[in-house]
């Protein structure tokens, strides 16, 4: 039987354990914070409650990821796997 790889992107609501127990790959978001690496906080959640309560009017964003890093993981996938899948 070939191996199937599934790709998925961070915001797929899976959780990480889940994302390793099956060998999913995920491709990282775009986080743009211009304080971020100064607010308190795991998660970009926790980071914008942080910035609302220090008065910071820029709270950090998020993006998709640039084509070419879709590409690189791609890629990467396709070397363990002959069949990918792609989240919505």
């Given amino acids: 039987m070939e191996k199937i790889g599934l790709v998925v ?3 797929a609501s899976l959780s990480k354990e889940l994302i390793e127990k099956y060998g999913m790959t995920a491709v990282p978001y775009v986080v743009d914070r211009r304080d971020g690496d100064n607010l308190p906080g795991k998660n970009i ?3 914008i409650r942080g910035a609302e309560k220090k ?3 820029t709270l950090p964003k998020t993006s998709q ?3 070419w890093i879709f590409k690189n993981f791609f890629e990467k996938e396709l070397k363990k796997a002959k069949k990918f899948f792609v989240s919505p």
């Fill in 9 to 11: 992107d961070e915001t």
């Fill in 45 to 47: 959640f926790q980071k």
């Fill in 55 to 57: 008065g910071i009017k």
């Fill in 65 to 67: 990821p640039p084509p």
